[in-house]
């Protein structure tokens, strides 16, 4: 059973600061691997989306990189800042019907 | 540009009355789910929906039952509202199911 762990549950780094969020599964047998943002009250936005062929994607400032032998993930964003506040989750597909959300791991930019 | 819309977003239900949480798509998305978000679980599927006419159940099916008559509209209707179904809950939506899911703003149920 795909399990999707995401270490640590929650993050505090000073406005400016490079950070990275891991992510980690279980099942290297993975079709994708999808990042998302949520902000507190409201629903997940994608924010980037890693096939299993690829070793990352970029976006801005945010770059994704995936590692499926080791079954992990990582999101790097670049020169924090306080917008940047919210709960980050992963979630992996293995290629059937059934997405696999980690807890996801809860950031707090300061000014 | 509406997306994914979700209605009701709060409701409070008593223990044993049943009620429909509405989601509805304007994406031609054939893909559609239900999850359910509880503190420090992540999401968990409840059912999911491969065009219409088609569901099938996810990892937390019981106490719950889908339709989905259009592409559009998949509407997830508590049969016999519980406390332990009290949850925020996610109406998702993709071109099929391994592609980006959009998110409904969700639903806030709480049963007393």
């Known amino acids: 059973k795909q399990e999707v762990t995401q270490i640590p549950a929650a993050l505090s780094v000073p406005e400016g600061e490079n950070l990275v969020l891991n992510c980690s599964f279980t099942?290297?047998?993975?079709?994708?691997l999808q990042w998302f943002r949520q902000d507190p009250g409201k629903g997940l936005t994608s924010l980037l989306l890693i096939q299993s062929s690829q070793r990352e994607q970029t976006s801005g400032r945010l770059n994704a990189s995936l590692d499926k032998s080791s079954g992990r993930s990582t999101l790097y964003i670049a020169a924090s800042q306080p917008g940047d506040s919210a709960t980050y989750l992963c979630a992996v597909n293995t290629g059937g019907f059934k997405t696999i959300f980690g807890a996801g791991t809860r950031l707090f930019v300061k000014a | 540009n509406a997306g994914v819309t979700q209605t009701p977003k709060f409701q409070v239900l008593k223990t044993g009355q049943s009620m429909t949480l509405q989601c509805a798509q304007d994406m031609n998305h054939e893909y559609m789910s239900w999850y359910r978000q509880d503190p420090g679980m992540g999401l968990r599927l409840i059912h999911y929906?491969?065009?219409?006419?088609?569901?099938d159940q996810g990892e937390v099916p019981n106490g719950y039952n889908v339709s989905r008559s259009t592409t559009e509209d998949f509407p997830l209707r508590l049969l016999s509202a519980a406390p332990s179904q009290t949850s925020v809950y996610f109406c998702?939506?993709?071109?099929?199911?391994?592609?980006?899911?959009?998110f409904g703003e969700g639903s806030w149920l709480t049963v007393v």
């Open positions: 929906s491969v065009g219409a006419g088609i569901t």
């Open positions: 099942d290297s047998a993975i079709y994708n």
């Open positions: 998702a939506s993709s071109v099929i199911a391994q592609n980006t899911i959009y």
